[in-house]
């Protein structure tokens, strides 16, 4: 069969039975899909449910408490670039709010976060007011704040796992390098972008360097490396959660909206609500045991 679903729960709660996978495959058949056989990514955590659509028609959908449902074509699932956002991403944190939180503006400027992340305000105006209101913070902050960094789970098993197999890492941020360059040696990516605090050695002087990385300048990263690399964007996939990944996250092979914010996910095919990000090598058809472990640190 051409398609598959791939189902997939969070590793930490495995819940995927027989009976989640019969009732996915009942889900597909009742829309007119043809369905093959089951086969085990990991037992618990994932699995491929071939498929053919109606002849006419959409391609059935699959909901499953608990379980991700991402359908896609069985041809050319593994990739061979990954680029990352990073901030409620490949780490949990936003680092602007962490930054925040020594003046006592955390809740303010999340506020503005959130509302950039899904698209409801411009993404560099945001940056710009959120960093405005930083003016005046000591240099010394950023690593207070960089202690705070938690990396998301999975993480760190999708950067090796993806090594492994001759993939290439790219974390691609609207926020800083301070923190990407960190988060770039502690995780092992091969590359980095983000924008600039500007300072005076001090202090932050409340301005960023121009020009701003946001949405258009992640999907020419993409491309880019792509480019650089000698690959077909098909052979790329891109993984974020806000508004100014979407760009990039439609155009690469293979776009992921990680636990994103409502009005991305809307927009992407392939969605993640559930699972780690362990989740994204299962799309890639890769077994648990082709994974290379390592720990979120």
Known sequence: MNNVFVLI??????ILDAA??????????AGGAAVGAVDWLA??????LPFE????????????????AVALSAEGRRKRLLVADMESTIIENEMLDELAEFLGLRERIAGITARAMNGEIDFAGALIE?????????????????EQIRPMAGAATLIATTHKFGGYCALVSGGFTYFTRL????????????????HDGRALTGT????????????????????????????SLAVGDGANDLPMLQAAGLGVAFRAKPTVAAQVAARIDN???????????????????????
């Open 43 to 48: 037992p618990g955590v994932a699995c491929d």
């Open 130 to 146: 959120r960093v405005g209101l930083l003016k005046g913070l000591p240099v010394a902050r950023l690593d207070e704040a960089a």
């Open 183 to 198: 988060v770039h040696e502690r995780m092992g990516f091969d590359f980095d972008a983000a924008n600039t605090l500007d």
């Open 53 to 68: 659509p109606p002849s006419e028609g959409a391609t059935p959908t699959v909901s499953l408490p608990g379980i991700d």
């Open 208 to 235: 960023v360097q121009r020009p701003i990385l946001g949405k258009e300048a992640k999907l020419a990263t993409l491309e880019r490396l792509c480019a650089q690399r000698g690959l077909e964007i098909a052979q």
């Open 275 to 297: 699972g780690d990000l362990t989740a994204l090598l299962y799309l890639q058809g890769y077994r648990r045991r082709d994974f290379v472990e390592r720990p979120d640190r």
């Open 9 to 14: 729960a969070n590793p930490a709660h495995p």
């Open 20 to 29: 989640a996978v019969q009732s996915a495959s009942e889900q597909l058949q």
